[in-house]
T-cell receptor
Framework: KQEVTQIPAALSVPEGENLVLNCSFT??????LQWFRQDPGKGLTSLLL?????REQTSGRLNASLDKSSGRSTLYIAASQPGDSATYLC??????????FGTGTRLTVIP | GAVVSQHPSWVICKSGTSVKIECRSL??????MFWYRQFPKQSLMLMAT?????????EQGVEKDKFLINHASLTLSTLTVTSAHPEDSSFYIC????????????FGDGTRLSIL
């Protein structure tokens, strides 16, 4: 069974810093990997989707990389802002309907 | 684009009540809809997957008679928690997807269910 781990579980950084969130998965046979943001008491907002054949995706200040062979993905956030404070979840798809989520990294950006 | 609307956002009701949660894809037709459950400080756990016009596929350990899922159209799925009890209190999130597994899933804002 696919297991997804996110490190660290929580992270606090001062505003303006660049930061990296890590995601690892045990089964490299994936279709794609998706990064989400979840604000407290809210649903998920999709940030980036990386297909298994891709190495990275970028959207604004966000850059996600994928190393399928080693079972790792990173989410890089440049010039962090207080509005970036949220829980970030990565999820890997191993089948048509199987999306496995990590437990998330709770990010706090301090003004 | 790709907005998923979930209603209601918050429900408080007495034990034994049945509660229906709606999930709508507003600007796209969802081939597949998913229902997840999330406990505090934990990640999402898939409960069931449904395709329009077909019976839902439930994950192991999820009681299909307890959690009734109807996917009547390409834009609407409902989850009914029957005879809800305090242990059913949780955050329920729906998700919708167009086409196959290569497409991204889009999530609703969730429903917080509190059973007294």
């Amino acid at each position: 069974k696919q297991e997804v781990t996110q490190i660290p579980a929580a992270l606090s950084v001062p505003e303006g810093e660049n930061l990296v969130l890590n995601c690892s998965f045990t089964d490299s046979a994936i279709y794609n990997l998706q990064w989400f943001r979840q604000d407290p008491g809210k649903g998920l907002t999709s940030l980036l989707l990386i297909q298994s054949s891709q190495r990275e995706q970028t959207s604004g200040r966000l850059n996600a990389s994928l190393d399928k062979s080693s079972g790792r993905s990173t989410l890089y956030i440049a010039a962090s802002q207080p509005g970036d404070s949220a829980t970030y979840l990565c999820a890997v798809r191993t089948g048509a309907n199987n999306l496995f989520f990590g437990t998330g990294t709770r990010l706090t950006v301090i003004p | 684009g790709a907005v998923v609307s979930q209603h209601p956002s918050w429900v408080i009701c007495k034990s034994g009540t049945s509660v229906k949660i709606e999930c709508r894809s507003l600007d796209f037709q969802a081939t597949t809809m998913f229902w997840y459950r999330q406990f505090p400080k934990q990640s999402l756990m898939l409960m069931a997957t449904s395709n329009e016009g077909s019976k839902a596929t439930y994950e192991q350990g999820v009681e299909k008679d307890k959690f009734l899922i109807n996917h009547a159209s390409l834009t609407l799925s409902t989850l009914t928690v029957t005879s809800a009890h305090p242990e059913d209190s949780s955050f329920y999130i729906c998700s919708a997807r167009v086409g196959t597994g290569g497409q991204p899933q889009h999530f609703g804002d969730g429903t917080r269910l509190s059973i007294l």
